[in-house]
């Protein structure tokens, strides 16, 4: 490729560089030192290394044409029209590169995963960095590096067992929907991570007034902090490509990675941290529901009354003591959880029955609120409709003052082509590196920011 004979022969060009400016610098050393003057041999080697330099810039001046050519005869074979040249004001007889407007493929059917008014170009430059960098296609990396689709780690050879970041389009629409499908990630603290494990301070008490009587010391106070440490873990999907998809739509390529991939993580991050138990299954995370159950943050337990035990016995006096469990400080971004199963069974079931005015705001329909509250869909919690006896029905508060969600690492794609070639598949494996704290509950006395409702024991 021309492109890379160029960087090659700038390399070389430079080392030539630096041997004359060796040999010159020592001359000029020994000229002050009152030393003979350069030797004819040395200037035999400088003048050597002088026709070097000028046939490397020949050379360079000659590929860098070359690459110009290859863009050019690309872009007519993408069907490419280029723009009007612009002259630099500086030289009105040297001209800039030309820029050119690529002709973006049309897919057959509706994206599911890109949105907005560039959707499709988005996919489709999403899709050729995939094609480029994970899958190994050469023609594919040439249009990357024409368009300026950036690559950030190395990819491995072709058809290899090799990985590579994801490019910035895929990158933010996987970003976008796992925010869109996961509630954990998207309500609870979010954090960068610049290292594998991390500890954030967290204010535990603070300053108090106090009556002062006349010529009394006044009693000290202090704010007070313990730590809350994160530590990141690798979470995995491993996913079998048709090969066929490969090479018919990037587009339809990129929309299936974007969607597949980031609907896993969310559900994943949602089973962590709503219902994790601990165990390697949640990669060691104790989830919300799970841990308010503990008896060291009972104030924050809300119990059904008497014979309540399920989603369809709940009343609304249920529901307003939970409100009523909550603190004033964690009420200005309060919300409930509850899953799509519990919120038909038992608010929406009040709503209709009250006539949706009191308690749910409608909007183009039933809206997801209740008792003025949002309403968040989380499909890990309980959605059985019996057996629930003791269980956590519901939850509500501010998920960002109970729980962090810690990023170290976005996505990085793998693939296999070997593994199911039988099948005429590949095997793509897309990581990212996450960390997830439920860490403020509440006591025995005082409820948390987050207060559960469960049902009667």
Same mark, same amino acid.
């Given at each position: 490729?021309?492109?890379?004979?160029?960087?090659?022969?700038?390399?070389?060009?430079?080392?030539?560089?630096?041997?004359?400016?060796?040999?010159?610098?020592?001359?000029?050393?020994?000229?002050?030192?009152?030393?003979?003057?350069?030797?004819?041999?040395?200037?035999?080697?400088?003048?050597?290394?002088?026709?070097?330099?000028?046939?490397?810039?020949?050379?360079?001046?000659?590929?860098?044409?070359?690459?110009?050519?290859?863009?050019?005869?690309?872009?007519?074979?993408?069907?490419?029209?280029?723009?009007?040249?612009?002259?630099?004001?500086?030289?009105?007889?040297?001209?800039?590169?030309?820029?050119?407007?690529?002709?973006?493929?049309?897919?057959?059917?509706?994206?599911?995963?890109?949105?907005?008014?560039?959707?499709?170009?988005?996919?489709?430059?999403?899709?050729?960095?995939?094609?480029?960098?994970?899958?190994?296609?050469?023609?594919?990396?040439?249009?990357?590096?024409?368009?300026?689709?950036?690559?950030?780690?190395?990819?491995?050879?072709?058809?290899?067992?090799?990985?590579?970041?994801?490019?910035?389009?895929?990158?933010?629409?996987?970003?976008?929907?796992?925010?869109?499908?996961?509630?954990?990630?998207?309500?609870?603290?979010?954090?960068?991570?610049?290292?594998?494990?991390?500890?954030?301070?967290?204010?535990?008490?603070?300053?108090?007034?106090?009556?002062?009587?006349?010529?009394?010391?006044?009693?000290?106070?202090?704010?007070?902090?313990?730590?809350?440490?994160?530590?990141?873990?690798?979470?995995?999907?491993?996913?079998?490509?048709?090969?066929?998809?490969?090479?018919?739509?990037?587009?339809?390529?990129?929309?299936?990675?974007?969607?597949?991939?980031?609907?896993?993580?969310?559900?994943?991050?949602?089973?962590?941290?709503?219902?994790?138990?601990?165990?390697?299954?949640?990669?060691?995370?104790?989830?919300?529901?799970?841990?308010? *159950?503990?008896? !060291?943050? +009972?104030?924050?337990? /809300? #119990?059904?009354?008497?014979?309540?035990?399920? %989603?369809? =016995?709940?009343? $609304?006096?249920?529901?307003?003591?939970?409100?009523?469990?909550?603190?004033?400080?964690?009420?200005?971004?309060?919300?409930?959880?509850?899953?799509?199963?519990?919120?038909?069974?038992?608010? *929406?079931?009040? !709503?209709? +029955?009250?006539?949706? /005015? #009191?308690?749910?705001?409608?909007?183009?329909? %039933?809206? =997801?609120?209740? $008792?003025?509250?949002?309403?968040?869909?989380?499909?890990?919690?309980?959605?059985?409709?019996?057996?629930?006896?003791?269980?956590?029905?519901?939850?509500?508060?501010?998920?960002?003052?109970?729980?962090?969600?810690?990023?170290?690492?976005?996505?990085?794609?793998?693939?296999?082509?070997?593994?199911?070639?039988?099948?005429?598949?590949?095997?793509?494996?897309?990581?990212?590196?996450?960390?997830?704290?439920?860490?403020?509950?509440?006591?025995?006395?005082?409820?948390?920011?987050?207060?559960?409702?469960?049902?009667?024991?």
């Amino acid at each position: 490729m021309a492109a890379s004979q160029v960087k090659i022969l700038l390399d070389e060009l430079a080392k030539v560089l630096a041997e004359m400016g060796a040999m010159e610098d020592t001359a000029a050393e020994d000229g002050e030192e009152g030393g003979e003057p350069m030797s004819e041999e040395q200037e035999a080697s400088l003048r050597s290394l002088s026709e070097k330099a000028d046939k490397l810039k020949e050379r360079i001046a000659f590929h860098e044409k070359m690459a110009e050519k290859e863009k050019e005869l690309r872009a007519v074979l993408e069907r490419s029209a280029p723009a009007k040249t612009i002259e630099k004001p500086e030289d009105k007889k040297e001209q800039s590169v030309e820029t050119r407007n690529y002709a973006i493929p049309k897919t057959g059917r509706a994206l599911k995963a890109f949105k907005g008014p560039d959707a499709e170009e988005r996919a489709y430059r999403a899709g050729m960095h995939l094609k480029a960098y994970t899958f190994g296609d050469r023609e594919a990396r040439r249009w990357c590096e024409d368009h300026r689709v950036e690559s950030r780690v190395q990819a491995s050879g072709v058809n290899s067992l090799g990985g590579a970041l994801v490019s910035d389009e895929l990158m933010s629409e996987i970003i976008r929907l796992v925010e869109e499908y996961g509630a954990f990630p998207q309500y609870a603290r979010r954090l960068p991570m610049s290292t594998d494990t991390m500890v954030v301070a967290r204010r535990t008490a603070g300053l108090a007034a106090r009556p002062i009587g006349e010529n009394s010391e006044p009693a000290t106070s202090d704010v007070t902090f313990d730590n809350v440490e994160l530590n990141a873990k690798i979470w995995g999907i491993a996913n079998r490509v048709p090969n066929s998809l490969l090479e018919d739509s990037v587009i339809s390529l990129s929309d299936l990675m974007a969607l597949e991939v980031a609907q896993a993580f969310a559900v994943a991050f949602d089973d962590a941290g709503f219902v994790g138990d601990g165990t390697s299954n949640y990669h060691g995370t104790t989830g919300i529901c799970t841990k308010i *159950l503990e008896s !060291a943050y +009972s104030k924050s337990v /809300v #119990s059904a009354a008497s014979g309540n035990p399920t %989603f369809d =016995t709940l009343d $609304l006096v249920d529901f307003t003591n939970t409100v009523s469990r909550l603190p004033v400080y964690a009420r200005r971004n309060a919300a409930w959880y509850i899953s799509p199963a519990g919120y038909g069974s038992s608010m *929406l079931r009040l !709503a209709m +029955s009250s006539g949706g /005015v #009191s308690t749910q705001n409608i909007e183009a329909g %039933f809206g =997801t609120s209740f $008792l003025g509250y949002p309403v968040r869909l989380v499909h890990s919690m309980e959605s059985n409709l019996t057996g629930t006896s003791g269980r956590v029905l519901a939850l509500f508060g501010d998920l960002a003052q109970a729980a962090t969600f810690g990023e170290r690492r976005g996505v990085s794609v793998k693939t296999a082509s070997e593994r199911y070639i039988e099948y005429d598949q590949t095997l793509t494996f897309a990581t990212t590196r996450v960390a997830m704290v439920v860490h403020d509950l509440g006591s025995t006395t005082v409820a948390g920011p987050v207060v559960a409702l469960r049902g009667t024991t």
